[in-house]
């Protein structure tokens, strides 16, 4: 029985070598498309998952007002120590401090720089998982000046992974390797390429940082004795707040509301509300993915479908012909499925092969590191098992519950058995398949729309011609390279030069008194250290007073600058000038830096566009940043960065010259939706494709099987539009109805999408208009050849056939 149903597959395969072909690539595509998709979201879903203890880590946020909110992922640095010192449900703790800021590395006399280079606990390795290949995690990060490293970091310094007591400068200090773990996978909370022991950091800093509970600045982790309810946890940290925070402000004259939040690290990847925090993912574009993998797969599963319910009329004799001879309508549905199976066996295999072989250009697409090996995940292979499956039966079911039920007297006479009930199924799966593709070629523009929108919505300043070059930190590299840096006033291509890091949307908020009706009020404000020719770079303007000045030696401690939301928001309206500001704050209204608005800039986007504008005070230092943002004359920038260059390197030659274009900076605000536009785009294109092999198909099999009614129409001299009008007229109607119904929905989940954006572009109608003549015109050439191959037949072959 077997054998025989294997000779009848192979029989069928043999006779539609074409159409068994669209079949089974198309439906290869679909498998290996949502096997992609698949893995992403399963990497998506698995961040931290490798830490053996992560259903009791817990990470602690912070949310505190001064007159404005500010929810932040850090806490002050005496909250993990003292929480283990009041409650004996957190075993352990560990600190992150500092790794986002680029370092430098210098072994045997080279520089690099490298970033994720963590100032920690020694208590880290109790916390998260780390493996070590050298080294004793229980006494590694015990010392000061003790740094663990990468093995991939190992490798690149030293050339080996066996590094261990090798002394390496970090910056200005000297540090001593005290083991080498493996790299930790990319799908973790805190990307490591190193962990320096936080008592490295002098006493003077760990007394300023401990002692102020206002001044957050490290990404603080629990661990407890056993999982827990977060919220159960509340009350206690509450109490933290009742016996340290508020005594610590009232003593030092602060009014504002302290709170923590505790969130398990399983939950940490996507909770993407709080400031300040690292990369994080966003459940949206989970199920959006999850959306693209069921539609490809409905498309190429509707293709398999149609194309099997196109040769009804070739099958039908031989279920009339198997029926008289015995057959019974059991064996029949199993041979069908069995042929089903066997076509999704191949699609199955393809489909793997292709996941193989595009895994890296979609490793590139969407900025994940997925190998060969998690297609052995066990949730991969359940799933993997399940598409075979639902595929594999679905896409046979109904045509074997179909074709088993023709009564064996029509089959064998040639009379279309429930030809109404099939051609509408057929038509609806057609216009199904189109309704899925339009929703995705429209989500495609629409999305476009919005990332063209915020690279060239005007951002208040002039984001052309301007570059960053990084600074060396230690001291002596930057004197070496101090006159080098006064050329540039003699360059003719540089038009002007600062020592101020470009606002590319990381800011830091600090706590300010600010005047507001006579009296000093606390507020958490944005805030940027600047020079002098900051405001020229970037091209602002001065809408009122002045700009800092060197001629004025008070203007380090005693000056401000402010944007215009500042101005309104603090309800200074046209009389901000000489307002009083402080920050440096300690107690008896006393603070560090304590002076005046002396001017007033026109605003500027210094966040990204996720971020509404907000009140800036701009602060002078001109020797703080380790940027020197430079804006060029138009013209040929290769030329005048080659001759940065070549000057740099004779000046020194130790440092690599590199730098950014201020553009490509800002696109980092936005990687994510980059990465979830350029893979919808990816999908979509799939979908187009697999939708357009599926119409060809079926366009050619409602030819075949209407030849005879196309001969007579010839014969009774119907024109070749009339007689494709009335083979294309179904299809045209299904587009136009599939476009009605795709379009409402994809705008209501674009709108729900752009809700990330403060600033959001408006629907563009050649959007909606592009889409639909594109799929038009993709539909318009499958038309056009098969019109064309009406027009060649020769209507006497159709009417002899009996």
């Not at 640095?77 to 003292?82: C, E, Q, S, V």
Request: a negative charge; aromatic letters at 12%.
């Amino acid at each position: 029985m077997i054998k025989n149903y294997v000779k009848i597959i192979l029989r069928n395969l043999s006779k539609n070598k074409f159409y068994s072909f669209i079949s089974i690539f198309g439906l290869a595509v679909g498998i290996s498309a949502s096997t992609l998709i698949a893995l992403f979201v399963v990497d998506e879903l698995s961040f931290d998952s490798h830490n053996e203890k992560i259903d009791r880590i817990y990470r602690v946020t912070t949310t505190m007002n001064f007159n404005g909110p500010l929810d932040a992922a850090l806490t002050n640095m005496a909250l993990a120590p003292t929480l283990k010192r009041e409650y004996p449900e957190v075993e352990s703790y560990t600190r992150f401090f500092g790794g986002n800021r680029e370092t430098e590395l210098t072994a045997n006399q080279i520089i690099y720089k490298e970033t994720n280079i963590w100032f920690t606990d020694s208590t880290v390795f109790d916390v998260f998982t780390y493996e070590f290949i050298f080294g004793d995690p229980n006494t590694a990060l015990v010392e000061p000046n003790s740094i663990v490293i990468t093995k991939s970091l190992a490798e690149k310094l030293f050339g080996e992974r066996d590094c261990l007591e090798k002394e390496l400068k970090v910056n200005n200090s000297s540090v001593r390797i005290k083991g080498v773990i493996k790299d930790p996978p990319k799908n973790s909370e805190i990307r490591v390429n190193g962990l320096i022991s936080l008592n490295t950091l002098p006493q003077r800093f760990h007394a300023a940082y401990n002692r102020d509970w206002f001044r957050i600045s490290t990404y603080t982790f629990l661990l407890m004795n056993e999982a827990i309810n977060p919220i159960s946890f509340e009350p206690k940290l509450d109490q933290i707040n009742e016996d340290f925070v508020k005594p610590w402000a009232e003593s030092n004259g602060i009014v504002a509301s302290h709170d923590y939040l505790l969130t398990p690290l399983s939950e940490v990847h996507f909770d993407d509300v709080h400031d300040y925090d690292q990369p994080k993912g966003k459940m949206s574009n989970i199920y959006i993915f999850l959306s693209l993998a069921i539609f490809l797969l409905l498309i190429a599963i509707f293709n398999y479908i149609n194309l099997t319910l196109a040769q009804q009329g070739k099958r039908s004799k031989e279920v009339g012909i198997r029926k008289t001879l015995g057959a019974s309508r059991g064996s029949l549905i199993i041979q069908f499925l069995s042929e089903s199976i066997f076509f999704t066996s191949v699609a199955f295999i393809l489909g793997l092969a292709f996941t193989e072989l595009f895994l890296d250009g979609f490793n590139e697409l969407s900025g994940k590191d997925i190998h060969s090996i998690d297609f052995f995940n066990p949730t991969i292979i359940v799933l993997e098992i399940s598409i075979f499956l639902t595929v594999g039966i679905l896409s046979g079911a109904y045509p074997a519950f179909l074709l088993s039920s023709l009564k064996p007297t029509k089959a064998l006479s040639g009379e279309k058995n429930n030809e109404g009930r099939v051609g509408v199924f057929r038509k609806s799966l057609v216009m199904v398949q189109f309704f899925l593709s339009i929703f995705m070629i429209i989500g495609t523009f629409l999305i476009s729309d919005q990332m063209k929108f915020i690279r060239t919505v005007n951002l208040g300043f002039d984001r052309e011609n301007l570059i960053s070059v990084s600074l060396p930190s230690d001291t002596t590299s930057r004197k070496m390279i101090q006159p080098w840096i006064d050329e540039l006033t003699n360059n003719s291509r540089i038009k002007s030069y600062s020592n101020t890091s470009l606002p590319t949307g990381i800011t830091g908020k600090l706590l300010f008194r600010i005047e507001k009706n006579n009296e000093l009020t606390e507020s958490t404000v944005n805030m940027m250290f600047v020079d002098e020719h900051f405001i020229e770079v970037l091209g602002l303007d001065v809408l009122a007073g002045r700009n800092f000045s060197t001629d004025f030696e008070t203007d380090m401690s005693s000056a401000f600058i402010v944007n215009q939301t500042a101005v309104n928001k603090f309800g200074w309206n046209d009389d901000a000038l000489n307002k009083r500001v402080q920050w440096g704050l300690s107690d008896n209204g006393q603070a560090s830096h304590d002076g005046k608005v002396i001017g007033v800039v026109n605003d500027f986007n210094f966040l990204s566009l996720h971020n509404p504008l907000e009140p800036l005070v701009l602060c002078f230092n001109p020797y703080n940043s380790r940027n020197l943002s430079i804006r060029l004359n138009p013209g040929n920038y290769t030329e005048v960065l080659n001759n940065l260059e070549t000057s740099w390197n004779k000046m020194i030659p130790e440092y690599p010259f590199e730098y950014t274009f201020f553009d490509q900076d800002l696109e980092e605000n936005y990687a994510q939706e980059n990465k979830t536009f350029t893979v919808f785009s990816f999908f979509s294109i799939i979908s187009i494709i697999l939708a357009c092999f599926g119409l060809f198909a079926v366009l050619s099999y409602s030819i075949q099987t209407r030849a005879k009614e196309i001969g007579v129409r010839k014969v009774l001299g119907a024109s070749i539009t009339q007689i494709s009008w009335v083979i294309v007229k179904d299809f045209v109607i299904s587009l136009l109805v599939a476009f009605i119904l795709s379009m409402p929905l994809a705008y209501y989940l674009w709108q729900g999408w752009q809700q990330d954006f403060a600033y959001q572009a408006p629907l563009n109608l050649t959007s909606v208009i592009l889409t639909f003549f594109l799929t038009i015109t993709l539909v318009s050439i499958a038309v056009i050849y098969h019109i064309w191959q009406i027009a060649k037949s020769d209507p006497i072959v159709a009417l002899r056939e009996e």
